[in-house]
């Protein structure tokens, strides 16, 4: 284990800023360097969720990922990124890098976290994430008793977001911004719009919950899920 400083994935939660934990707060205001990442020339969305919480002094380390690389990320990107908090960490200093959600809940941190973890001393934090928030925001609880609950990705080919869908008494569909239309027309072949619930920015202001049939395609962003439920759950 090399360096003495510890980085710290900290999950900063959906998007309210009232949903960080107090353990990430404490980490987050004492650690000399913060990482993050952000799209390439735009604003950290994990970042804006804590920007009140920074202190003065702290040094940023911004982790800009181009936007077309969602599929298959920019690994040298990410190479780099590692390296400059690794020379942070071999000074001796604390690094928080910053995750929307929870870090190990589809988050780009896990990049990093392969890259660090072994050589580094690395604690993952973990924070409210967006299923929990979508769900809180829909009203609909996720799972009961015994039922299963599945998490799927709606980049996956259609075929396979089908199979996937049919088998999950609850599916909540992730990722959806421009395979959102895809992803209603699985649904409506399963006969499982009527029930599903849309959620757009959950937690922030700009939150929309909405009956699956009421959204327009085009203005789907990424920050948006579907939960679906099968006929038993409706
Ligand atoms: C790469 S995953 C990261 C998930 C994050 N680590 C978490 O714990 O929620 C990004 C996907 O999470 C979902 N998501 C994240 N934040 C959301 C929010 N506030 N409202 C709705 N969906 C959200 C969207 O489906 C988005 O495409």
Redesign the pocket.
């Known amino acids: 284990m090399s360096g003495r400083g510890t980085a710290y994935g900290i999950?900063v939660g959906?998007?309210d800023p009232e949903l960080l934990t107090l353990k990430g707060l404490r980490l987050l205001r004492a650690a000399p360097v913060v990482a993050y990442p952000a799209p390439l020339g735009g604003e950290s969305f994990a970042r804006s969720i804590v920007a009140a919480q920074l202190r003065p002094g702290q040094q940023e380390i911004a982790i800009e990922v181009p936007m077309d690389t969602a599929l298959h990320p920019a690994q040298d990107v990410y190479d780099r990124a590692a390296a400059r908090i690794a020379d942070a960490l071999d000074a001796g200093s604390d690094v928080a890098i910053l995750?929307?959600?929870?870090?190990f809940?589809?988050?780009?941190?896990m990049y990093l976290f392969e890259r660090l973890a072994g050589r580094h001393r690395v604690e993952i934090v973990p924070?409210?994430?967006?299923?929990g928030?979508?769900a809180a925001?829909a009203g609909l609880p996720l799972a009961h008793r015994n039922e299963a609950l599945s998490v799927i990705p709606?980049p996956l080919d259609e075929a396979v977001l089908a199979t996937r869908i049919a088998a999950a008494p609850l599916a909540a569909?992730?990722?959806?911004?421009r395979h959102f239309e895809k992803t209603r027309r699985v649904l409506d072949r399963l006969g499982r719009s009527r029930s599903a619930i849309y959620?757009?920015?959950?937690?922030?202001p700009t939150?929309r919950v909405l009956p699956l049939a009421e959204v327009s395609a085009e203005s789907v962003p990424?920050?948006?899920?579907v939960l679906a439920p099968d006929g038993e759950r409706r």
């Open positions: 999950g959906p998007g995750c929307q959600g929870d870090p809940f589809y988050g780009s941190f924070g409210v994430s967006s299923l928030a979508c925001a709606a569909i992730i990722k959806l911004g959620v757009e920015r959950a937690s922030l939150q990424y920050f948006a899920m």
